[in-house]
């Protein structure tokens, strides 16, 4: 009796301090895998985003000649209650079906920056816009729909249930996801400006659709965050696109390439951002802008705040790099308005 | 052989392992304060040693400590049966009996007996004069810093060496994803995987056990506090252990009794202030001459009791300790960087925190550390804010809401917000846009408050070949900084950071 209690003992010790002391072992282990894997099969980092899919999709401002003229480049809706918003400019983009493929997996990045404040001070994405469209990427027949972000204040658990998306997205059966730090991994960026490798979420090169979901803030850099920057969440080093942040964003954007960019305009952060906090610097717009295309949807979210697209570096950049298109007079613009 | 009887030990083991359990469920949700924050206080609020040391060096009564008269009442009728049933660090030990090792040994002399009760006079003296240095010795204290501090940091990184291994076999990844949504964060919280000083508590619990190999539950018998407090009181308890005149004198139960205290020149007779009632010498009597029965006479004094010479001894010692303790210049105590959790004030947290540690398990980023550098010996164990390891989130108050003696007091977030902890100094030799002239405005972004305690101010640079460009220069506004220093954990200079928050 006392003796097995003893050899218990010495098993959950030996079993503890292997444990412990195999971390360093594990890590290298990790590291030596990696360079396997990107030694072995450079396609995993390499596939361009989102080629795994046969509906017609405009992945990027190249492809539309592949779109029937008549769907806009881009939608703007204004006037109505954030389901309303959502619902009509996705019928009039093309529907959600364009950018889901039926039993697909879609994942949704919106910005819930930080747990400090409800939905109100616009520091995170509206959550019925956000519920909205879960709803619609079920309804156009996917098969699972994640939400996720990773806050810079505050845990994700605690971010999602403040900025009330969680309940929203849970209303309508989508999962809210923990990103998981281990499932970050080094990808290589080619041709790039000036961030040649980050750390990204490796789902997003799983997934058969990303949509972009930023709301549209004020930032003391690059003066507002909006599609491109929320593409920061899905990376672990982000301090490091700060210093030359036009280049670096834009080859992220490269890297990262939603199918469809929302940007949430019900509410506006005009100063104090991207963390907020004040109601003064709060301005109700009712707007949603819709597009494939991520540097179109910044360019128009840019003239809201009454700023032009050429105001922002990394429009420019995006735009001078055939990311996408910031010249909205050129643009197929589509506008509704839900009022009355 | 009447071996039939009811079996003590096994129900006592049973009672142990169930506490251990309880306790071990009990630090694990203080993380996320899943049960309530009373749930979390628990086991800080049953230690009368705690309670009595706290009341005395803060000059306070704290309601949620007088929890731990439950423990004084259930003592005053069975004895130390605390230290036999409920207590982590006692069931710990009981996994650690040594005892093939033990008796090819000279056994420890009884007069080690008195050290609890010279350590317990130490805390209690030093109490008096405001200091609580000692009390990490208290076995509570002791438990949860051994967890939070020491266990639940080096599993939490065993842990996630093992995600990050499984990570990398594709078939295992919805697995891995089900396991780390479910531990995370309860169980495994990420902002404390780098915890510092995590050898100290494991050092001190393979201490412990290694005692063990000198005598069984060495600790309890010779070195606890806690113990020597309940001891006091079993002299009075009123079940006592007793054996009749038919006894055999066998020496089994001599032989089976943990604490050594069942003494063969006394007729196998104990002494209640180190009996823990784990009824083993019941199970071993081959006849039925041992029994626990009410007895109102307090128990005699034993030989290895202290002395008064002894406790004056102790006196003197604890006196000059505590006046090289607090023997240090007048101005500028402790360092530049000492930052204490928001609603904690330096000099008062000396004297009121009773270094459970709670504050750290609950802390979410994993900004609350031990201090031991940072605040000297006196402070030792006490909880330091170190912004490098983990910034004070705007809108959390968990430190204070938990705290069982309010050394860190219950601010609202009102309250909180307006509390200043220290304030961002900007360190314009090492910060990037100062000292590199590259664009980095990442504190600025970081900043929480409403209005940014930090502002940019544009300067037009001019480049050797005649171009400008706008540099974006980091300023803190003093009057609005409430040194939560996220701006100095996110500063993406590497090492210490470019802006940091001193202590005011």
């Not at chain 1, 990696?34 to 396609?43: F, H, I, V």
């Not at chain 1, 961030?195 to 090169?205: G, K, P, T």
């Not at chain 2, 056990?209 to 069984?216: G, Y």
């Not at chain 2, 400008?468 to 100095?488: D, S």
Request: proline fraction near 6%; hydrophobic fraction near 40%; charge should be neutral.
């Amino acid at each position: 009796m006392k003796e097995i209690s003893r050899r218990k003992a010495l098993k959950v010790i030996l079993a503890g301090s292997t444990a412990i002391a195999a971390t360093p072992l594990l890590a290298a282990c990790q590291r030596a895998a990696e360079d396997l894997t990107q030694g072995s099969s450079p396609s995993i980092t390499n596939t361009p985003f989102g080629a795994v899919t046969d509906t017609p999709v405009a992945e990027t401002p190249g492809d539309s000649t592949e779109v029937p003229a008549t769907l806009p480049d881009l939608v703007v809706a204004r006037n109505a209650e954030p389901e309303s918003l959502v619902q009509a400019a996705l019928t009039a983009i093309g529907g959600m079906e364009r950018f889901v493929p039926r039993g697909g997996w879609v994942i949704i990045k919106p910005n819930i920056c930080t747990c400090y404040y409800p939905y109100e001070y616009a520091t995170t994405t509206n959550p019925w816009v956000v519920g909205a469209l879960v709803k619609l990427c079920f309804e156009a027949g996917a098969g699972k729909v994640q939400v996720m972000d990773y806050p810079f204040g505050g845990s994700a658990d605690q971010a999602y249930q403040s900025s009330g998306i969680g309940e929203q997205v849970e209303a309508n059966g989508g999962e809210m996801v923990q990103m998981a730090y281990f499932k970050f991994k080094e990808v290589k960026i080619e041709n790039a400006l000036g961030l040649r490798s980050a750390e990204i979420y490796e789902d997003v090169f799983s997934a058969d659709t990303v949509i972009d979901v930023p709301i549209a803030k004020h930032h003391g850099m690059s003066r507002l965050t909006l599609g491109m920057k929320n593409l920061m969440g899905l990376i672990t080093n982000r301090e490091q696109i700060h210093r030359d942040f036009g280049n670096r964003l834009t080859d992220l954007a490269t890297k990262i390439r939603p199918k469809l960019t929302v940007v949430d305009a019900v509410r506006i952060l005009t100063d104090n951002g991207p963390t907020g906090g004040n109601l003064a610097d709060v301005k109700k717009l009712d707007t949603l802008i819709v597009s494939p295309d991520i540097v179109a949807a910044d360019s128009y979210a840019a003239t809201l705040f009454g700023l032009q697209p050429e105001d922002l570096d990394y429009i420019r950049v995006g735009a001078k790099s055939g990311l996408g298109r910031s010249d909205l007079g050129g643009l197929n613009i589509r506008e509704i308005n839900l009022a009355g | 052989m009447r071996g039939k009887a009811f079996n003590w030990s096994q129900l006592r083991k049973s009672v142990q392992l169930l506490f251990l359990v309880l306790w071990l469920v009990l630090w694990t949700t203080t993380a996320s304060i899943t049960w309530g924050v009373a749930a979390a206080r628990l086991p800080v609020e049953l230690s009368p040693l705690l309670a009595l040391a706290q009341a005395i060096a803060s000059r306070t009564l704290t309601v949620g400590m007088l929890l731990s008269l439950a423990i004084i009442g259930l003592t005053l009728v069975i004895g130390r049966a605390w230290c036999g049933w409920v207590c982590p660090i006692g069931t710990l030990l009981d996994f650690f009996p040594f005892r093939s090792r033990i008796k090819a040994r000279k056994p420890i002399s009884d007069s080690w007996r008195a050290g609890k009760y010279l350590i317990l006079t130490a805390i209690l003296l030093a109490a008096l004069f405001g200091n609580l240095t000692l009390i990490l010795l208290d076995p509570i204290t002791l438990w949860v810093r051994i967890m939070t501090g020491g266990i639940g940091p080096a599993l939490n990184t065993a842990f996630t060496g093992f995600e990050r291994l499984l990570s990398n076999i594709p078939w295992m990844n919805s697995t891995l994803m089900w396991l780390d949504q479910a531990l995370r964060p309860e169980i495994f919280p990420l902002g404390v995987v780098g915890a510092r000083y995590v050898w100290l508590p494991t050092l001190i619990l393979i201490g412990m056990i290694a005692l063990n190999i000198l005598a069984e539950r060495f600790w309890c018998r010779y070195l606890c506090p806690l113990g020597g407090l309940l001891g006091l009181i079993s002299r009075i308890a009123l079940f006592k252990r007793k054996v009749d005149g038919d006894c055999l004198a066998c020496t089994r139960c001599e032989s089976a009794c943990p604490t050594g205290t069942i003494d063969p020149d006394r007729g196998y007779a104990s002494d209640p202030a180190e009996c823990t009632l784990c009824m083993d010498c019941l199970r071993s009597c081959p006849t039925s001459h041992i029994k626990f029965s009410p007895d109102w006479r307090p128990s005699g004094k034993m030989v290895y009791d202290p002395g008064r010479r002894q406790v004056l001894l102790t006196g003197a010692i604890t006196l000059t300790g505590l006046a090289v303790l607090e023997t240090k210049p007048a101005e500028g105590k402790g360092s530049n960087f000492l930052l204490r959790p928001p609603g904690a004030e330096n000099e008062d947290l000396l004297s009121k925190c009773v270094r459970c540690g709670l504050c750290m398990r609950t802390c979410p980023t994993g900004a609350l550390q031990t201090s031991i550098s940072e605040s000297g010996l006196e402070g030792v164990f006490t909880p330091a804010f170190i912004p490098r390891t983990g910034y004070c989130l705007y809108t959390c108050n968990q430190c204070g809401s938990i705290c069982p003696v309010q050394a860190i007091l219950p601010l609202s977030l009102e309250e909180k917000h307006a509390w200043v902890i220290g304030e961002a100094f900007i360190d314009e030799n090492r910060c990037i846009p100062w000292a590199d002239g590259t664009t980095c405005i990442v504190c600025e972004e970081m900043c929480p408050l409403p209005e940014k305690a930090i502002t940019l101010e544009d300067r037009a640079i001019i480049n050797p070949d005649g171009s400008t460009f706008t540099l974006k220069l980091p300023h803190v506004n003093r009057n609005k900084c409430i040194g939560c220093g996220i701006c100095e954990y996110k500063c993406p200079r590497s090492g210490e950071s470019a802006i940091r928050v001193h202590r005011i």
